[in-house]
């Protein structure tokens, strides 16, 4: 079956940076997306990886080893507004996405 | 503002009740999605409809029927659900049929009494 696992819940505290681990095993690779959504509001678009390495978006960053099957997403220079939940999904070779049950980020003062 | 807007944003209904939830998207995008989300499960894709037509059932109950009248509107007519029905319902879309980058609007909260 096709899987994809990262923390349920994470906990750090402002201004410090905090990474949050994705593994996957899927039928297939088309991609990695972070999202980011906040209680009660719409997910959004944070990164896309498709080859090896890492992205580099301002506060975030985002890294891919498709031979590990593992990416994660850097959070730097913490703010209270990154509370929130960040899901991990890859596009497997049917162009399916699969997502995993998301990271709930907790930043403390 | 994801250019995705649904309606209404919380429903409580009974388990006779019939009801629709609305999407519409302002970004001439091709595709778009139902997706149930429940709390720490991931997103469960329901139905997906390219160019207005449905390319995706995930053996979705038929109490859930959707419609896509055209490539701005999606909907999704509730009739006769279960209590382990409640979720938020997310409608999404995207410019290709094959997922990509994909703008989600703020979801419906539905309650199943």
């Known amino acids: 079956g096709q899987n994809i696992d990262q923390p349920t819940e994470m906990t750090a505290t402002e201004g410090a940076i905090v990474q949050i681990n994705c593994t996957y095993q899927?039928?297939?690779?088309?991609?990695l997306f972070w999202y980011q959504q906040h209680a009660g509001e719409a997910p959004t678009f944070l990164s896309y990886?498709?080859l090896d390495g890492l992205e580099e978006k301002g506060r975030f960053s985002s890294f891919l080893s498709r031979s590990k099957g593992y990416s994660y997403l850097l959070l730097k220079e913490l703010q209270m507004k990154d509370s929130a939940s960040y899901l991990c999904?890859?596009?497997?070779?049917?162009?399916?996405?699969?997502w995993g049950a998301g990271t709930k980020l907790i930043i403390k003062p | 503002e994801t250019g995705v807007t649904q309606t209404p944003r919380h429903l409580v209904m009974g388990m006779t009740n019939k009801k629709s939830l609305k999407c519409e998207q302002h970004l001439g995008h091709n595709a778009m999605y139902w997706y149930k989300q429940s709390a720490k499960k991931p997103l469960e894709l329901m139905f997906v409809y390219n160019f207005k037509e449905q390319t995706e059932n995930n053996s979705v109950p038929s109490r859930f029927s959707p419609e896509c009248p055209n490539s701005s509107h999606l909907f999704l007519h509730l009739h006769t659900l279960q209590p382990e029905d409640s979720a938020l319902y997310l409608c999404?879309?995207?410019?290709?049929?094959?997922?990509?980058?994909?703008?989600f609007g703020e979801g419906s909260r539905l309650t199943v009494l």
């Open positions: 990886n498709v």
């Open positions: 899927t039928s297939g690779f088309n991609g």
């Open positions: 999404a879309s995207s410019q290709g049929g094959d997922a990509g980058e994909l703008f």
């Open positions: 999904a890859v596009l497997d070779s049917n162009y399916q996405l699969i």
